[in-house]
């Protein structure tokens, strides 16, 4: 082998709905949420780049709003997701 062929990035974007799909948030919402973050994570505060967190996981709606998210940076968004405080802290902001 000579050179670096670096492989093209697969492509997942065909795969049926899944769940995750479902919840998928449009470009309005995402606007939404960034205005009323401003940028800055709704937990810590810290400015930069946040993600989109869901509050509650209401599936059978059709539609996320920005109501169902939260903007959080990435450290929020992990320790949301990945422990049990964090899950239950997600679980109050929804009022669930
Ligand atoms: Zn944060």
Redesign the pocket.
């Known amino acids: 082998m000579i050179g670096f062929h670096p492989v093209p990035k697969p492509k997942y974007k065909r795969h049926k709905k899944t769940a995750k799909q479902r919840g998928a948030i449009s470009t309005k919402v995402r606007k939404q949420l960034y205005e009323r973050s401003g940028g800055y994570?709704?937990?810590?505060?810290?400015y930069g780049h946040?993600h989109a967190a869901h509050i509650t996981r209401r599936w059978k709606l059709k539609e996320t709003t920005v109501n169902d998210l939260l903007h959080?940076?990435?450290?929020?968004?992990m320790?949301a997701d990945n422990t049990k405080e964090g899950r239950e802290w997600l679980r109050r902001r929804g009022g669930g």
């Open positions: 994570c709704e937990r810590c505060g810290r946040l959080l940076c990435v450290w929020c968004h320790w």
